[in-house]
């Protein structure tokens, strides 16, 4: 079976965990860079242009006593690990707890604290970079230019309604498919740990019969206040290699009751047993590449971050799992031109930044994260330039100041990250 590579929204990107940090660090005196967020050089003053403020969730964070001081490290900094600790194994019961857990880990924003150093022009310099913490601003911001790939492809129509009135024969190998998950056959905690093991039995079931396929993925914490509240289900961006199906349009309600054109298969229940996913699949044709990418951006943005009741669930039972924001194979990037490989410059060796546009010729090291109250960093900044003075008292109040003097005369004391353990 052919490896699935989970990129959720930062693919290529060292991360601390899964706290969702977006930095990388680097030892200083090694000959190497660190990679940094566009928006932390050349003018650290200026969010990037056009790019709208995040807002907290209105949504009130009331925690227990208990679970606050559970979730909190020594330093009184919330953090996934302990999290984890207190509510796993999950169930139903624990939903609305985990999602305060969870207002309280997103809302604390914090701060990567950058050196940067140019040595042409020999200056220095310290910023603050917002963390991109899962369903934040700064989180929404990277899932959106990571899925932009899907707004650049062709617009190629696959079929349209006229096909119909004629005898052609109209065919498609692109498909949306949805797996729900019946909450009777195991617990909810089953449904997320067993997940990802049974959509790739899934997926190789489907191409014995009808060969290869390539997937982009979306897990799920299914919504509402029903028996399976929680569970995990999926919806995906389905392209068969090899193999087309037979389509037909049909006249649905959605759930408004409004009635709206969807696009079936005539081989669904064939499509289905094939598969043998142990609970409902629901099949639809797409038909054309842009209704794709329109699909899997309004998916995203509506339950990836946000305040809204499915957001906040997913983004909860997600984060309590370590599910990334989505999965894609490496074929289907290959396909459809994968934003990865439309960005690359061969005209010269330069650093890049996280989002693989070129920087000055800045080198920058990462010297730990830090809470934005350390950094006197206000609610909603997402680069703040930092005054030395300032970075190197934080650095001696978290390490002590023979970690400072030791990385005064060598650098060795940072080569770990810094303002802490990654793991933090």
Same mark, same amino acid.
């Given at each position: 079976?052919?490896?699935?590579?989970?990129?959720?929204?930062?693919?290529?990107?060292?991360?601390?965990?899964?706290?969702?940090?977006?930095?990388?660090?680097? #030892?200083?005196?090694?000959?190497? +860079?660190?990679?940094?967020?566009?928006?932390?050089?050349?003018?650290?003053?200026?969010?990037?242009?056009?790019?709208?403020?995040?807002?907290?969730?209105?949504?009130?964070?009331?925690? *227990?006593?208990?679970?606050?001081?559970?979730?909190?490290?020594?330093?009184?900094?919330? &953090?996934?690990?302990?999290?984890?600790?207190?509510?796993?194994?999950?169930?139903?019961?624990?939903?609305?707890?985990?999602?305060?857990?969870? @207002?309280?880990?997103?809302? /604390?924003?914090?701060?990567?604290?950058?050196?940067?150093?140019?040595?042409?022009?020999?200056?220095?310099? %310290?910023?603050?970079?917002?963390?991109?913490?899962?369903?934040?601003?700064?989180?929404?911001?990277?899932?959106?230019?990571?899925?932009?790939?899907?707004?650049?492809? $062709?617009?190629?129509?696959?079929? *349209?309604?006229?096909? /119909?009135?004629?005898?052609?024969?109209?065919? +498609? &190998?692109?498909?949306?498919? +949805?797996?729900?998950?019946?909450?009777?056959?195991?617990?909810?905690?089953?449904?997320? &740990?067993?997940?990802?093991?049974?959509?790739?039995?899934?997926?190789?079931?489907?191409?014995?019969?009808?060969?290869?396929? =390539?997937?982009?993925?979306?897990?799920?914490?299914?919504? #509402?206040?029903?028996?399976?509240?929680?569970? %995990?289900?999926?919806?995906?961006?389905?392209?068969?290699?090899?193999?087309? %199906? *037979?389509?037909?349009?049909?006249?649905?309600?959605?759930?408004?009751?409004? =009635?709206?054109?969807?696009?079936?298969?005539?081989?669904?229940? $064939? /499509?289905?047993?094939?598969?043998?996913?142990?609970? %409902?699949?629901?099949?639809?044709?797409? *038909?054309?590449?842009?209704?794709?990418?329109?699909?899997?951006?309004?998916?995203?943005?509506?339950?990836?971050?946000?305040?809204?009741?499915?957001?906040?669930?997913?983004?909860?039972?997600?984060?309590?799992? &370590?599910?990334?924001?989505?999965?894609?194979?490496?074929?289907?990037?290959?396909?459809?031109?994968?934003?990865? =490989?439309?960005?690359?410059?061969?005209?010269?060796?330069?650093?890049?930044?996280?989002?693989?546009?070129?920087?000055?010729?800045?080198?920058? =090291?990462?010297?730990?994260?830090?809470?934005?109250?350390?950094?006197?960093?206000?609610? @909603?900044?997402?680069?703040?330039?930092?005054?030395?003075?300032?970075?190197?008292?934080?650095?001696?109040?978290?390490? #002590?100041?023979?970690?400072?003097?030791?990385?005064? $005369?060598?650098?060795?004391?940072?080569?770990?990250?810094? @303002?802490?353990?990654?793991?933090?």
């Amino acid at each position: 079976m052919e490896k699935t590579k989970d990129l959720g929204s930062d693919e290529g990107i060292p991360r601390t965990h899964d706290d969702g940090f977006i930095i990388s660090s680097t #030892g200083k005196g090694q000959g190497e +860079t660190a990679s940094v967020p566009l928006w932390a050089d050349p003018c650290p003053e200026a969010k990037p242009e056009g790019f709208a403020e995040g807002k907290r969730s209105e949504r009130a964070v009331s925690l *227990s006593p208990q679970l606050r001081q559970s979730m909190v490290d020594n330093h009184g900094n919330p &953090r996934l690990a302990k999290a984890r600790d207190y509510f796993l194994p999950l169930d139903v019961e624990k939903l609305d707890e985990l999602e305060g857990a969870f @207002g309280f880990w997103q809302n /604390f924003d914090e701060y990567a604290l950058l050196k940067g150093e140019n040595s042409r022009m020999g200056k220095t310099k %310290f910023v603050a970079v917002k963390a991109a913490k899962r369903g934040n601003d700064v989180y929404a911001r990277r899932l959106d230019e990571k899925l932009g790939f899907l707004n650049r492809l $062709e617009k190629t129509q696959l079929f *349209s309604i006229s096909d /119909f009135k004629t005898d052609h024969k109209v065919q +498609t &190998r692109l498909l949306w498919v +949805t797996w729900s998950w019946d909450s009777k056959i195991c617990t909810l905690d089953q449904s997320w &740990r067993g997940s990802y093991g049974d959509l790739h039995r899934w997926k190789a079931n489907i191409e014995n019969r009808y060969g290869k396929l =390539e997937w982009l993925v979306f897990p799920q914490a299914f919504p #509402g206040q029903g028996a399976a509240r929680g569970y %995990f289900h999926a919806h995906g961006l389905i392209l068969m290699c090899g193999t087309q %199906f *037979s389509v037909f349009p049909s006249m649905e309600k959605d759930h408004d009751g409004r =009635e709206i054109l969807r696009y079936r298969i005539h081989e669904k229940k $064939e /499509f289905a047993a094939q598969g043998k996913w142990h609970s %409902f699949v629901d099949v639809q044709a797409l *038909s054309s590449v842009q209704a794709a990418a329109n699909y899997c951006r309004k998916y995203a943005q509506k339950v990836c971050s946000g305040s809204s009741e499915k957001a906040m669930i997913n983004s909860a039972v997600s984060w309590i799992y &370590r599910k990334k924001g989505f999965s894609l194979t490496r074929g289907f990037r290959v396909k459809l031109r994968d934003l990865i =490989e439309l960005l690359q410059d061969r005209k010269g060796v330069f650093q890049a930044d996280l989002d693989g546009k070129r920087v000055q010729e800045w080198t920058w =090291e990462c010297l730990g994260v830090f809470p934005a109250t350390d950094l006197h960093v206000n609610y @909603g900044e997402w680069v703040v330039p930092i005054d030395p003075s300032l970075a190197n008292d934080v650095l001696r109040s978290r390490k #002590g100041q023979l970690f400072q003097d030791a990385w005064d $005369e060598g650098g060795a004391g940072l080569r770990s990250g810094g @303002g802490g353990s990654l793991n933090d």
